[in-house]
């Protein structure tokens, strides 16, 4: 065009000074247009380029800098040690009648030293200080271990001997895109996470929680559509790994290096504490969600026809059931890391405040969730007009166990279905979950229930214990269908596995879950095991006299086959608070270990007879002495100031189970947390005969160290969760809870 236009200019300026000069006028017209569109239309015939770089600036690296040494979870920013001349690469676009354009595009491969070796892990990494997406870049971090070997890019590049750099962590990064930095190698900062404390080290198996997330344990990346156009992850809130899960499980596995299983735990919702009319279900946070790729489906159920759980100040009050799909690739991920894992079904309380259910304690309404551990007979055992040795008590577990049969189930292509009693029962969760095990590839272990106390207590009209029968059923159906080299049990409350007391003056004493125990079909005893082990407070105590403070190690070490619960017992929380030790003792039959929950050794190593009436019974029960290990299906201690005191409570606003443990005043305390389950690991580390036999049945341990799960690691990664509280309502629960 330009060419033109100048052509025509030309020749009508020359035209003033004759036909001759009209004609030189209208060339070099032509020739200044036609300058004019090369350098503009940049046609065809010629081509173009972009611009093209000569040289590459690169981070610092200063001869003779200081090699830091690194204690826990710091942000380094590392030294420049190797790198390559930039790679370049250049591409051409346009044609067929357009012009064409070159552009080159640069990519770079180096190192950056980051500290001392060994380190545990690095992870999340900042660019000029943004957040740096890793999960799409190939990078390798060198540990800096004394027998480390040199990276494999750099051995190819020298084309020689190169330097493993032994002793210095570092990470390599190759083929890094510069296009984002100005085509330079950014300023890059690291975490880097170094672990100096014992029980990193110790531990063999872990929880996974939050139970209550609908595409947490996915390793599929899932967006939802918030509007037209625009979409938010579901489950992905880290840029150094392709979703929350594998993040989480990348920092467990960096972080615990002798770590063998992983309890995924799985949670449906009961909806009222009265066990006749409970019914347990999978729910959703939302009705109206969509996503992608993964869809919500559990037990056949859609999101639009699934339960809702209940709302706190507008926000849902749990994260909805794990999808199907999302358990699958879970357990998929936990064992192509070569770890086991058990399976764990949870039963969480979706109770709202204001419920206005009658309470089975006799309370005007029934408490805002609750522990699941409340649900029993109506009215419960102990309170005025109870059904508890009845008839109808037993008609009231039935209904809260339900019908539904293996049979019902069927899988095929990774999906569970069901076509059995439309009833949404205990039987059915538990049976679902097997199924959906079966459908994941298989698991290692799995539980068929935990802490039902408030169910196992119960008895019918014949003085037996009919939920403990109907563990004993959903135990059997359940080895049916995951197969004989699965490790069947259930996870028992702390105050429940050894037996029952009843306090009705009856002077009954009961192994009612010895049934379960010597069942064929469970290969464990399981203890979720909060036992407490100090009873430390302010001012002049007891304790005080043995200890100079609650973490003290010998006096924790002391408490874990000693102290309440083994030695003496409160009789109520008056004696409590004036430390009214009253000990335990069996003068009648010399068995004091009957009485004693955290006498784990007694109990094993004897013969168990039952006591109606306070008789003993002549002929035992079935348990055979030493004849199954016992597991800690979880062991926690909150972090919180003498969390030791009670480790079995939370901070949760929402429900009414929230509390600080006796004496606290609610200030966290890592110390707390990490000497208590120290303290209980070590203990059971011991090879000693009288701490830890061997069975004369299997010829194992009593408690296998493998068989401890620490209580509890989230599959929302850390900072993220707890900090992102938008995201994750649960969040300020951390700070003094179990994590």
Not at 139 to 154: K, S, Y
Not at 203 to 216: A, K, Q
Not at 555 to 583: K, V
Not at 653 to 659: C, D, G, I, N, T
Request: charged content about 20%; some cysteine.
């Amino acid at each position: 065009m330009a060419t033109l236009l100048l052509a025509a200019a030309g020749g009508a300026l020359g035209g003033v000074f004759g036909g001759a000069a009209a004609a030189v006028g209208q060339a070099l017209g032509g020739l200044a247009g036609y300058l004019v569109d090369k350098a503009l239309i940049r046609s065809t015939m010629v081509g173009a380029s972009g611009s093209r770089l000569t040289d590459l600036d690169v981070m610092s690296s200063t001869e003779g800098e200081d090699i830091p040494r690194v204690y826990g979870r710091v942000r380094l920013s590392g030294q420049m040690i190797w790198a390559t001349r930039h790679e370049e690469s250049v591409s051409t676009s346009g044609g067929k009648g357009g012009p064409k354009v070159k552009s080159w595009r640069y990519h770079a491969n180096f190192a950056v030293a980051l500290c001392e070796g060994p380190i545990h892990r690095v992870g999340r990494i900042w660019a000029d200080g943004v957040l740096l997406d890793t999960a799409s870049l190939t990078l390798r971090v060198h540990t800096g271990g004394e027998e480390q070997e040199p990276d494999a890019l750099i051995l190819a590049r020298q084309g020689g001997p190169a330097p493993a750099y032994r002793g210095i962590a570092y990470v390599v990064f190759e083929h890094f895109p510069l296009e984002d930095w100005g085509n330079r190698i950014p300023q890059l900062s690291f975490e880097v996470i170094r672990v100096v404390d014992r029980l990193e080290g110790m531990v063999r198996g872990v929880t996974m929680i939050p139970g209550g997330t609908e595409f947490g344990y996915a390793t599929t990346a899932v967006t939802r559509v918030v509007s037209p156009g625009v979409t938010e992850s579901e489950n992905r809130h880290v840029r150094h790994a392709a979703t929350d899960f594998v993040a989480a499980l990348d920092e467990l596995c960096d972080l615990c290096p002798n770590l063998t299983r992983v309890a995924l735990v799985v949670s449906w919702f009961g909806d009222d504490l009265r066990a006749g009319v409970c019914r347990v279900e999978p729910a959703v946070e939302q009705a109206v969600k969509t996503t992608k790729p993964l869809v919500w489906s559990v037990a056949g159920v859609t999101r639009a026809t699934a339960r809702l759980v209940s709302t706190v100040d507008g926000h849902p009050a749990y994260g909805g059931t794990p999808a199907d799909a999302a358990v699958i690739e879970a357990i998929a991920e936990i064992r192509a890391r070569g770890l086991e894992v058990m399976l764990y079904p949870f039963l969480s309380m979706d109770i709202p405040a204001g419920n206005g259910r009658p309470d089975p304690e006799g309370a005007a309404e029934q408490p805002a969730h609750p522990w699941r551990g409340r649900i029993t007979c109506h009215p419960a055992p102990g309170r005025p007009g109870t059904v508890d040795r009845s008839a109808a008590a037993a008609a009231q577990i039935a209904a809260f166990v339900g019908t539904a049969a293996p049979g019902d189930f069927h899988v095929a292509g990774g999906v569970v279905t069901y076509t059995g009693p439309a009833e949404w029962s205990f039987r059915r969760m538990i049976l679902h979950c097997a199924h959906l095990a079966v459908a994941a590839g298989g698991v290692d272990a799995f539980l068929v229930g935990s802490e039902l106390v408030g169910l196992t207590r119960v008895r019918d009209d014949t003085g037996g214990y009919p939920f403990v029968d109907a563990l004993v059923a959903l135990a059997a159906e359940a080895r049916a269908v995951l197969g004989p080299a699965v490790k069947l049990s259930y996870g028992a409350d702390w105050t429940e596995w050894n037996g029952h007391q009843p306090a009705d003056g009856s002077g009954d004493v009961a192994f009612h879950l010895d049934p379960l125990w010597a069942s064929a079909h469970v290969d464990f005893v399981g203890i979720d095991a909060y036992f407490p082990l100090t009873d430390w407070r302010r001012g002049d105590h007891l304790d005080g006299a043995e200890a100079d403070l609650a973490t003290d190690r010998a006096h924790l070490a002391a408490r874990i086959a000693g102290g309440e619960a083994f030695d003496w017992y409160y009789a109520d929380e008056a004696g409590r608070r004036a430390q009214t030790r009253l000990p335990i003792t069996d003068g009648a039959h010399g068995e004091p270990w009957v009485f004693r929950p955290k006498d784990l050794v007694g109990w094993w190593s004897n013969a168990h007879h039952d006591r109606p009436g306070g008789v003993r019974a002549p002929t035992p029960t079935a348990w055979v002495p030493g004849m199954k290990p016992i597991w800690l299906t979880e062991l926690g201690c909150p972090a919180v100031d003498l969390g030791a005191n009670q480790p079995n409570v939370f901070p949760d606003p929402k429900s009414s189970e929230s509390r600080r443990p006796w004496f606290s005043i609610g200030t966290r305390d890592d110390l707390a947390q990490r000497r208590t389950l120290e303290a209980v690991i070590d203990h059971w580390s011991a090879t000693s005969a009288e701490v830890n036999p061997v069975s004369p049945v299997y010829g194992g341990r009593m408690l296998p160290l493998d068989g401890i799960h620490l209580w509890t690691w989230d599959a929302r990664p850390f900072p993220a969760f707890p900090t992102e509280t938008a995201v994750w309502a649960d969040g300020g629960a951390w700070s003094t809870g179990h994590w």
